[in-house]
């Protein structure tokens, strides 16, 4: 028997704290965004500060299923490290993949950012194959929708 599913729905206070974070990001954030937005990148259409289950990820791309995170010093700390491998893990049972940069990388060597993303990308395309048609709505439901209780 599986474990029982419940409906993710975002609490107000939850969707506030999104709105929160997309008028404080950082400036690596800021910047990177500059050349995600709008499909400015390779068509995509990436969005900023994206929630996902009780994670909100810095950008993510639907399509692709592809998440991006900016890391900042504390990130190498044990304790956040351990927490991101976390996050990541629970992402993953979505086949989400995430990718991660320091942002002091998104600030300084942008072309070289840009260059992995788009390694990523094309990867994660040969990776993947499209679900059937009278299925893709499952998919895209499941996504958003189909955390399991407790998650």
Same mark, same amino acid.
């Given at each position: 028997?599986? #474990? ?6 975002? %609490?107000?206070?939850?969707? $506030? ?7 404080? @990001?950082?400036?690596? $954030? &800021? ?15 990436? &969005? ?5 289950? &009780? ?11 592809? #998440?991006? $995170?900016?890391?900042?010093? @504390?990130?190498?700390?044990? %304790? ?11 992402? @993953? ?31 994660? #395309? ?5 679900? !059937?048609?009278?299925?893709?709505? $499952?998919?895209?439901? !499941?996504?958003?929708? !189909?955390?399991? #209780?407790?998650?």
């Amino acid at each position: 028997m599986t #474990a029982p599913q419940k409906k993710f729905l975002h %609490t107000k206070d939850h969707l $506030e704290f999104v709105k929160s974070l997309r008028k404080s @990001q950082t400036d690596a $954030e &800021r910047f990177l965004w500059k050349y995600l937005r709008n499909r400015r990148f390779r068509g995509l259409k990436f &969005r900023r500060q994206f929630p996902i289950g &009780r994670y909100i990820l810095d950008f993510f791309c639907v399509e692709k299923r592809l #998440a991006i $995170e900016l890391d900042g010093g @504390q990130h190498s700390r044990d %304790t956040v490290l351990k927490k991101d491998k976390t996050r990541g893990e629970f992402l @993953q049972r979505f086949n989400i993949t995430v990718i991660r940069f320091w942002d002091n990388d998104v600030l300084t060597n942008l072309d070289g950012v840009l260059q992995r993303l788009e390694k990523k990308i094309s990867k994660k #395309a040969n990776d993947l194959t499209p679900p !059937s048609p009278e299925r893709r709505g $499952e998919i895209k439901a !499941s996504l958003y929708f !189909s955390f399991k #209780a407790g998650d």
